[in-house]
C-alpha cells in the first residue's frame, strides 16, 4: 500500500532553518506531484510549496516565496522543503502529500498523505 512518511520537524529560532523531508512508497513516484501544506491551530490548512513531477516546476504561498525551497529525488521517492529565515508565523503541523500528475492550490485533491510533522518557530 502506498504509505507517505514525513521526518521529523523541530524546533528552531526565528531567523533559523529546517530542512524537512518526505519519503513515499507503494507508487510510481515520478508521475506524481509532490506538495507540502501546513495548518496552525485554529487555521486552514494551506498549500506551502508544490513542484512537478520532473521537480524543474514549482510553486510557493507568498510568504514562502524567497525564504522556501521545494525540491525532488525521483532516484530516492524523497521530497525535501529546506526552510531558511523562519518566523514563528511559520509554526504549524507539516505535512506532504502526493497528487497524480499536476499540482494544485487545493488540498482536497491530494489522495495520500504523511502524518504530518511539527514545526516550532520560537526564541
Known amino acids: 500500500q502506498v504509505q507517505v512518511v514525513e521526518s521529523a520537524g523541530g524546533l528552531a529560532q526565528p531567523g533559523g532553518s529546517l530542512r524537512l523531508s518526505c519519503t513515499a512508497s507503494?507508487?510510481?513516484?515520478?508521475?506524481?506531484?509532490m506538495g507540502w501544506f501546513r495548518q496552525a491551530p485554529g487555521k486552514e490548512r494551506e498549500v506551502v510549496s508544490c513542484?512537478?513531477?520532473?521537480?524543474?516546476?514549482?510553486a510557493y504561498l507568498d510568504s514562502a516565496k524567497g525564504r522556501f525551497t521545494i525540491s525532488r529525488d525521483n532516484a530516492k521517492n524523497t521530497l525535501y522543503l529546506q526552510m531558511n529565515s523562519l518566523k514563528p508565523e511559520d509554526t504549524a503541523m507539516y505535512y506532504c502529500?502526493?497528487?497524480?500528475?499536476?499540482?494544485?492550490?487545493?488540498?482536497?485533491?491530494?489522495?495520500?498523505w504523511g502524518q504530518g510533522t511539527q514545526v516550532t518557530v520560537s526564541s
Open positions: 513542484i512537478s513531477r520532473s521537480g524543474t516546476e514549482a
Open positions: 507503494g507508487l510510481p513516484y515520478a508521475t506524481y506531484a
Open positions: 502529500a502526493a497528487r497524480y500528475a499536476y499540482c494544485s492550490a487545493s488540498w482536497s485533491v491530494f489522495g495520500y
